[in-house]
């Protein structure tokens, strides 16, 4: 049989609701090579021209429902000349086309690259944006999304259009992108481990946190320096309007990101709400940190 890539298409740029369809290359070369007359203002186009992307989507368009990403898809905005941009892919089978706002002094073309096997959701971020700097180009960060929609080939504005279709080997962007994933899996484990090995030291060192901690914040509450110090010892500083400590060393995820205000004695928090969530009263912080010593 042959081999196919799974695609999603939309209606229009605010439709959510992705139309799955799996093509063969020739399929994909005959749906990325006809011309679509797209004319009227720009709203006029956003809710005409048809969408695509090279995602296969669980649900709704998000990042998040991306089981997997099918093609390789190359914006060039900057005007680099069309056979310059598809000259880099001499060799693997691509289809380039120019867009609609394409002229003859401004190139501006989309290559797109069939792969020989998808690439994972949640490892196309990476795999792209790596690929993007070994090849030195210049990308739009928005084009890593892996969800992320293109118009398909449209007449209106600019011209004349130009589009062609090679074949040759399929990019395999698979070993790079399970690398990649690989290693940032490592250093989150390496992180979580040295947050552990901190967060182990501090209950070691504590021993009655509650009846310490309200001593030191009633010391605290009547001096200045106190509290100044008590930030510093802390591995953090004072906000320069005297109101916060900040930047303090947080217990759980071993960052520089707890914060308190100065005057209250409670809660001192990590800044990353989301990834470590780190809460509590500013009196057992600061035993835990030793910054009531
Ligand atoms: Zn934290």
Not at 96 to 117: D, I, N, Q
Request: charged share 25%; hydrophobic share 35%; net charge positive.
């Amino acid at each position: 049989m042959d081999q196919t890539w799974a695609t999603s298409w939309f209606k229009h740029t605010r439709s959510r609701e992705p139309i799955h369809r799996d093509l063969t290359w020739d399929s994909l070369v005959f749906a990325l090579t006809q011309y679509r007359d797209v004319s009227g203002t720009k709203e006029e186009r956003l809710n005409t021209a048809p969408l695509w992307s090279p995602a296969r989507l669980d649900g709704d368009r998000r990042a998040a429902h991306v089981v997997d990403v099918s093609c390789l898809v190359l914006d060039h905005d900057s005007g680099e000349e069309v056979a310059a941009a598809a000259s880099r892919w001499a060799g693997f089978s691509h289809i380039v086309y120019t867009t609609w706002s394409h002229t003859a002094e401004h190139h501006k073309c989309r290559v797109v690259l069939p792969l020989a096997r998808p690439v994972p959701g949640r490892m196309w971020s990476a795999a792209y944006k790596d690929t993007m700097k070994r090849l030195g180009i210049p990308a739009d960060p928005a084009c890593s999304d892996p969800c992320r929609m293109f118009y398909l080939p449209c007449v209106g504005v600019g011209g004349p259009h130009m589009r062609v279709a090679i074949q040759g080997a399929y990019l395999d962007l698979l070993p790079v992108a399970t690398k990649l994933h690989d290693e940032h899996q490592e250093k989150e484990r390496r992180r979580a481990e040295d947050a552990e090995r901190r967060a182990a030291a501090v209950r070691r060192t504590v021993d009655s946190p509650d009846d310490a901690a309200r001593a030191v914040i009633q010391v605290m509450q009547h001096d200045a320096t106190a509290r100044r110090n008590a930030a510093e010892q802390c591995g953090g500083n004072v906000s320069p309007d005297g109101t916060r400590a900040r930047r303090a060393l947080c217990p759980s995820c071993g960052r520089s990101s707890v914060w308190w205000y100065i005057d209250s004695d409670g809660p001192a928090m990590c800044d990353h709400g989301k990834s470590c969530g780190y809460r509590d009263a500013v009196g057992r912080y600061l035993m835990a940190l030793g910054g009531a010593a």
